[in-house]
C-alpha cells in the first residue's frame, strides 16, 4: 500500500480511484458541490485559524499571500509524507478543484521535485481521452503494487 | 428589530488565511450579515467567460461569477464586501476590476480590502459601519443644511476636536491633541461652548465620531455615533459647498489615511488605511520636529523648497526619518526636505490609495494635515489638479457629525 498525494487535492473521484486499487490518498476529500454557498471552492475545514498561514511559512515565505501558506500547512505535511504523486492538470471544476492558483503551481512544483512515482496527465476533453486518462491512472496504480 | 444589513462577500483566500471569523464578527457588530452569494458551478464557468479577465484561480472565478450575478439581479444584497489576500498580483486585479464593475453597472456600496492573517474584526469596523450605514441610511446622509443647535465631536487618534453650530453656521470650536480620551472630549467641547457663547443644555442633538466615538459617545450621550468616513464625506462637500455631483476627498490622518469617492455627498467607494505610517501626518509631525520647526510651520515651509532635490521614500517611517538625516546630512536645506516629506506622503497615498478609488474632480482635501500647504500642493501636482481645502478643513469630522446630529433634533 502506498501513500499517493492527489491534485486537485479535492477530487472524490480521484481519491475513490486510489482508494479502489488498495493505496491510501492523501487529499483534502470535500466535495465540491454542484451549488457554492461557501467562500471558496474548497472550503477548508473551520479549525483553519490564523496559526495555520504561520505554520505554512516552512514551504512558503512570508512575502506569499496567507491564502498561499494557510493551503500549504495543510498540503505541505501531505506532500512530504507522500510515496506517489497523480496529477491531473486543468481539471474540470466539477472533477475537483483547488481555488488559489498560486497554491497549485507550488504544490504540483513541490510534487514534481520529489523523487517519487508521479503521473502527471491533462484532463481529458473526450471521451477517447477519457478511457485513456482512466487506463493512464489505473496502469500507474497497478504499477504501485498494493492490495485490489 | 431591523433586519440586518445582507453583505455579499466575494473573496479569495479569507478562510485559509484564518480571517474569516473576523470578518463575519466585524459585519455582526455593526448590524450586518455576510453571506455567500449562491451560483451553480454552470455560472462560474459562463460568467467567467463573459467578463473577460482571465485569471488562473478559481477562486477568483467564482468571485467574478458571483459579482455578475449580484449585477444582473440574480442574487439579491445590500452592500458588497471584497477581500482577497495582500501581496497576491493576480487577486488585486481582480479585486480592481470587480469593485470598478459593481460600482459603475449597479447601486450597491462596494468595499475592498487585502487582508493578511493579521486582520482582526477591529481593522474592519470602521469600514463595515460605512458599509452598512450607506445601505441603510441614504435618508440621514441625504441632509444638506444644520438645523437648530448642534454638537459634533470628532475622538481622532492624534487630535480631538468639537464644533457647535446654530443654524448651519459654526459658532463655536475645539482643539488639542488626544491623550486621555474622555478628557480631551470634554476639554474640546468646553472650548468649543465658551465660544459659542452657550452651554451644554442648549444643544438640541450631539453626534461623534472617529476612533474614540464609542467611548466618548457613550459619555456624552451622543444621538448620533457614526464612523468617520460617511462623516468625513458629508463634511467635506458641506463646507466646500459640492454637496451635488461627484467628489474625491482625501484625508491623510495621523493613524490612517482616507480616500473617499463621492456621489451627490454619499460615498460610493473607499479606502481606508496606509501601509506604513510614512504615509500618514505622523511622518510631517516627526519631519517637522526633526527640522526644529512647529507643524504649523512644515508646510510654507516646503513650499519655498524643491523636493526633486532629495531623494526620499517613506513607504516606511524609519526608512523615510533616514533619508530625511541622509539628506540634512549631506547638506540639503530644509525647505528642500519639507518639500520632500511632502511629496513622498502624497505619493504614497497618490500610489496606495488613490489607485483604488475612481478620482473625480473636485478633489477636497481634509483633516489637520489639509492644512499644511506643501502637502497639497504636492497632492495637486501628482492628480493634475487644483485641490479644494475648504475653510475649518481641519474640524471635519466635528462638522460632518453636527450636520448629521440635526437630523436627531426631537420636535417640541
Known amino acids: 500500500m502506498v501513500k499517493v498525494f492527489i491534485y486537485p487535492a479535492t477530487s472524490l473521484i480521484l481519491s ?18 454542484e451549488r457554492i454557498q461557501t467562500a471558496g471552492l474548497e472550503s477548508p475545514p473551520l479549525q483553519i485559524t490564523p496559526e495555520e498561514p504561520k505554520k505554512g511559512l516552512r514551504w512558503a515565505a512570508v512575502e506569499v499571500p496567507a491564502g498561499v501558506r494557510g493551503r500549504m500547512s495543510l498540503y505541505g505535511p501531505q506532500i512530504e509524507a507522500c510515496e506517489a504523486a497523480i496529477i491531473i492538470n486543468d481539471a474540470d471544476l466539477s472533477f475537483g478543484c483547488m481555488g488559489c492558483a498560486r497554491t497549485n503551481e507550488l504544490i504540483k512544483f513541490l510534487l ?9 496527465l491533462y484532463y481529458p476533453k473526450n471521451e477517447e481521452e477519457g478511457v485513456q486518462f482512466v487506463a493512464a491512472i489505473k496502469r500507474f496504480l497497478d504499477a504501485l503494487g498494493g492490495k485490489k | 428589530m431591523t433586519p440586518p444589513v445582507r453583505i455579499a462577500q466575494l473573496s479569495c483566500g479569507a478562510e485559509y488565511s484564518g480571517i474569516q471569523h473576523e470578518i463575519d464578527d466585524a459585519a455582526r457588530e455593526v448590524g450586518g450579515e455576510i453571506f455567500f452569494p449562491d451560483i451553480a458551478l454552470k455560472d462560474i464557468r459562463r460568467d467567467f467567460d463573459l467578463f473577460g479577465l482571465d485569471v488562473r484561480s478559481p477562486d477568483l472565478k467564482l468571485a467574478i461569477a458571483r459579482a455578475k450575478a449580484l449585477v444582473e439581479g440574480r442574487v439579491e444584497a445590500d452592500a458588497v464586501f471584497i477581500a482577497t489576500c495582500f501581496r497576491c498580483a493576480e487577486a488585486a486585479i481582480v479585486r480592481n476590476e470587480l469593485r470598478r464593475y459593481i460600482t459603475e453597472q449597479s447601486k450597491l456600496p462596494v468595499v475592498s480590502y487585502s487582508f493578511t492573517e493579521r486582520t482582526t474584526s477591529g481593522t474592519l469596523l470602521t469600514r463595515m459601519e460605512a458599509l452598512t450605514t450607506i445601505a441603510r441610511r441614504r435618508a440621514l446622509l441625504a441632509r444638506e ?3 437648530g443647535i448642534t454638537l459634533g465631536l470628532d475622538s481622532g487618534s492624534a487630535t480631538t476636536k468639537a464644533v457647535v453650530m446654530k443654524d448651519n453656521r459654526i459658532i463655536g470650536t475645539g482643539w488639542q491633541p488626544t491623550t486621555e480620551v ?3 472630549a470634554n476639554d474640546v467641547i468646553a472650548h468649543a461652548l465658551a465660544e459659542a457663547g452657550i452651554t451644554r443644555d442648549d444643544v438640541q442633538a450631539v453626534g461623534t465620531t472617529g476612533y474614540g466615538r464609542f467611548l466618548v459617545g457613550k459619555e ?28 474625491t476627498v482625501i484625508d491623510i490622518g495621523g493613524m490612517d489615511n482616507k480616500a473617499i469617492s463621492v456621489m451627490d455627498g454619499i460615498p460610493g467607494t473607499f479606502t481606508m488605511g496606509g501601509i506604513c505610517a510614512g504615509a500618514s501626518g505622523r511622518f510631517l509631525e516627526m519631519t517637522s520636529k526633526r527640522l526644529g520647526v512647529d507643524i504649523t510651520e512644515l508646510g510654507p515651509l516646503a513650499m519655498k523648497g524643491m523636493g526633486a532635490k532629495v531623494p526620499m521614500n517613506s513607504y516606511c517611517i524609519v526608512f523615510g526619518t533616514q533619508s530625511l538625516v541622509n539628506a540634512l546630512a549631506a547638506g540639503s536645506t530644509r525647505e528642500d526636505v519639507a518639500a520632500a516629506a511632502c511629496h513622498s506622503v502624497a505619493e504614497q497615498v497618490f500610489e496606495q490609495q488613490l489607485q483604488e478609488v475612481d478620482i473625480k474632480e473636485p478633489v477636497i ?11 497639497v500642493f504636492a497632492m495637486g501636482e501628482l492628480l493634475q489638479t487644483k485641490v479644494v ?4 478643513s481641519q474640524y471635519i469630522g466635528a462638522v460632518g457629525s453636527a450636520l448629521l446630529a440635526s437630523g436627531f433634533i426631537k420636535d417640541d
Do not use: C, W
Open chain 1, 16 to 33: 475513490d480511484m486510489v482508494s479502489r486499487f488498495g493505496h491510501t490518498p492523501l487529499s483534502s476529500a470535500i466535495a465540491v458541490r
Open chain 1, 112 to 120: 514534481r521535485q520529489k523523487d517519487i512515482p508521479k503521473l502527471d
Open chain 2, 145 to 147: 443644511t444644520q438645523q
Open chain 2, 182 to 184: 474622555l478628557k480631551s
Open chain 2, 220 to 247: 456624552i450621550k451622543a444621538d448620533l455615533i457614526q464612523e468617520e468616513l460617511t462623516v468625513n464625506s458629508k463634511g467635506a462637500v458641506y463646507l466646500a459647498d459640492r454637496q451635488h455631483g461627484p467628489a
Open chain 2, 365 to 375: 482635501m481634509v483633516g489637520g494635515t489639509s492644512l499644511i500647504e506643501g502637502l
Open chain 2, 389 to 392: 481645502v475648504p475653510h475649518h
